[in-house]
């Protein structure tokens, strides 16, 4: 099973969540840092990494002795990462999403690929959890080829949390699909629940089935357990706003290590998501 969490905004305690039910879980368990721009499930799990693994992502190098300059690559280019002007022939990789269309149209294939680095991909254990998370090169714009690759480790065969980045942008749909089960962690404020509904929408689009978990939830307001309600969006779980567990966050502690007892709400957690789906 493949469990992604997932928020409208940062700061909700998605991370919180993925990295206490990784280690609340029973059997073979994955916990996947899709977060590639800022990962930190690692300071929580604190893995021994053994693998390091530079990743890269095609773009296009132009053999200018067989071009022909006839422009076809930049018209089929559409997002400009290729044009011709005169004799020349203008590549811009930043902007290059590795479709090869350019390669296909040449009629003189004078275009072939080059790796450009994206960031670096590292594996490891957390006791019984196998880590896996994606680094992005610091300047580097496109995330989603590298949340791939940390994705393409997904062990069938084991439980797989996934760790994604905030928002709904293109790299949280890149995480999310493919997805078994989505849970959408938020927060009971005005803020939280304008970005949850954007959450919702986006996860509904994907036809992945969802529920809530509500952080903090003694503070703020009773409107995002109404929306659920309306909704139909189960509450799978509310954490209170408790200052041993914010305390040990603040120093990297795992939440399940200073509430014991929040082990089994994990697990029983899990155990009606099954029964969901």
């Known amino acids: ?90 590549t811009f990789p930043e902007l290059c999403h590795s479709c090869k269309g350019c390669m296909m149209v040449c009629p003189r294939e004078a275009i072939s690929e080059k790796g450009r680095e994206l960031g670096v991909l590292e594996k490891g254990w957390s006791g019984r959890v196998e880590f896996i998370h994606g680094l992005l090169r610091v300047g580097e714009a496109m995330s989603p080829p590298l949340i791939n690759q940390v994705k393409a480790h997904i062990d069938p065969e084991k439980i797989a949390i996934i760790d994604a980045p905030p928002g709904t942008s293109c790299p949280v749909i890149v995480t999310l699909k493919g997805s078994d089960f989505a849970i959408l962690v938020t927060e009971p404020t005005p803020f939280g629940l304008n970005d949850l509904k954007l959450a919702v929408g986006a996860v509904r689009i994907l036809g992945i089935p969802l529920g809530i978990i509500i952080n903090r939830c003694d503070v703020g307001d009773d409107r995002v357990a109404t929306y659920a309600r309306e909704e139909n969006i189960p509450i799978l779980m509310e954490i209170p706003n408790d200052r041993k567990i ?32």
């Open 246 to 277: 914010a305390e040990a966050y603040s120093r990297g502690i795992m939440m399940v290590d200073v509430v014991p007892e929040m082990k089994d709400r994990f697990q029983a957690m899990y155990d009606k998501i099954r029964e969901l789906l």
């Open 1 to 90: 099973m493949v469990i992604c969490i997932a928020s409208g905004k940062g700061g909700t305690g998605k991370t919180t969540i993925a990295t206490n039910l990784a280690m609340s879980l029973n059997g073979k368990v994955q916990l996947l840092d899709c977060d590639v721009e800022e990962p930190n499930a690692h300071l929580f799990l604190k893995p021994e990494l053994n693998h390091t693994e530079r990743i890269t992502t095609p773009v296009p190098e132009v053999d200018l002795e067989k071009c022909d300059f006839c422009g076809q690559c930049g018209e089929i280019c559409q997002f400009s990462a290729i044009t011709v002007i005169g004799k020349k022939v203008l």
